[in-house]
């Protein structure tokens, strides 16, 4: 299977180290890949460099040191392989949900038409069929994350990176939108590095879990394999055995970074 997203001993730090302050090394000698078609979690302490290496992946942050490489070419700028779906939603308060959906094939000057006729197809797919005019502060949380992956998939993207796009949802919302994002993932399988701090979430959701050491100088220290069958139902799987047995062997691992990064936090605050 082809790697569609490598990274090569990939190095973030910030600053100049001038005036006496050494850099911050975010993420040090970071290799892993994710093959077209896989979906891979990575998960890690709060402060860990997770959005660090999705910025990288997407080219919006080049690599103090080390490489990236999509489909085996080397990237230096914007990752135009990628869509990435934000945390919060990226979602124009003055346009509509249909508007904000057809607006990516806009700006690649697809014709209007073309691009509202898709922008409603993609809106039916995500369950928002029949609510095209509606402006985002007329939608729940739930509707707004639906139009906003809408939004990132309506490109056809080789690659998708999420940086915790269901964190805010409430349970039974979150859950309604990792089933709908594994059926639409399920549908074409493209890439996905999905970002969480949920590894109920990550181990339902993915073929692969990396586990992301205690900043700074983060790196991964771990990697599970989730041979859980497909297609997965998240709240179902949680009760197969297999599941409990992966998740306990991820959180023996996580466990002891998490204790780290939440003494480093303590001793920053204090």
Known sequence: MTDALSFVDVTCAFGSGQAGFAPYIAVKDVSFSVRDG??????????????????????????SLGQIRVFGGLIDSVNLRAGYMFQAEALMPWRTAVQ????????????????????????RRVGLGGFENRYPHQMSGGMRKRCAMAQTLILDPDIVLMDEPFSALDVQTRQLMENELLSLWQAKRKAVLFITHDLDEAIAMS?????????????PIGEFVVDLPRPRDVAEV???????????QIWAVLREEVLKGYAQQMTRSS
Not at 100 to 115: D, H, I, K, M, Y
Not at 238 to 248: A, G, I, Q
């Open 38 to 63: 896989e979906f891979v979690s990575l998960v890690g302490p709060t402060g860990c460099g997770k959005s660090t290496i999705l910025n990288v992946a997407a080219g919006l942050l080049q690599p």
């Open 238 to 248: 949680r009760s197969n055995p297999r599941f409990v047995e992966l998740h306990s």
């Open 207 to 219: 073929d692969r879990v990396l586990v992301l050491s205690a900043g700074p100088s983060s790196h």
């Open 100 to 123: 904000n959906v057809s607006a990516g094939l806009e700006f690649r000057g697809t014709p209007a038409q073309e691009a509202m006729s898709a922008a409603v197809d993609w809106l």
